[in-house]
Nanobody, 116 residues
Framework: QVQFVESGGGLVQPGGSLRVSCAAS????????MSWYRQAPGKERELVAT????????NYVDSVKGRFTISRDNAKNTMSLQMNSLKPEDTAVYYC?????????WGQGTQVTVSS
């Protein structure tokens, strides 16, 4: 079955950096555009960044442009999100999934907390 395992979250001070990672299984990873999503307390899940199947193109929500970088390794079925210049408003649980999500297969996510 489709499965996503996110890791790498933690507590970081404002202005700091963090890299979260995702291991995917159960589908042909290299054939799908993939995305990172996040959900802050009391808010709906939002799309943060997308990378095309080949890795050739990326797209970001305006609030993270210039600070976050999405990448993928199709040989390892993994993807990452490098987050720099973190702000308190980036605090959320971060999830990976396909751009058109496998809705029954959301992982546990990884908590990112930006606080001094």
């Amino acid at each position: 079955q489709v499965q996503f395992v996110e890791s790498g979250g933690g507590l970081v001070q404002p202005g700091g950096s963090l890299r979260v990672s995702c291991a995917a299984s159960g589908f042909i990873f290299r054939g799908f555009d993939m995305s990172w999503y996040r959900q802050a307390p009391g808010k709906e899940r939002e799309l943060v960044a997308t990378i095309t199947a080949s890795g050739g193109f990326t797209n970001y929500v305006d609030s993270v442009k210039g600070r976050f970088t999405i990448s993928r390794d199709n040989a390892k079925n993994t993807m990452s999100l490098q987050m720099n210049s973190l702000k308190p408003e980036d605090t959320a649980v971060y999830y990976c999934n396909a751009r058109s999500p496998f809705r029954a297969s959301w992982g546990q996510g990884t908590q990112v907390t930006v606080s001094s």
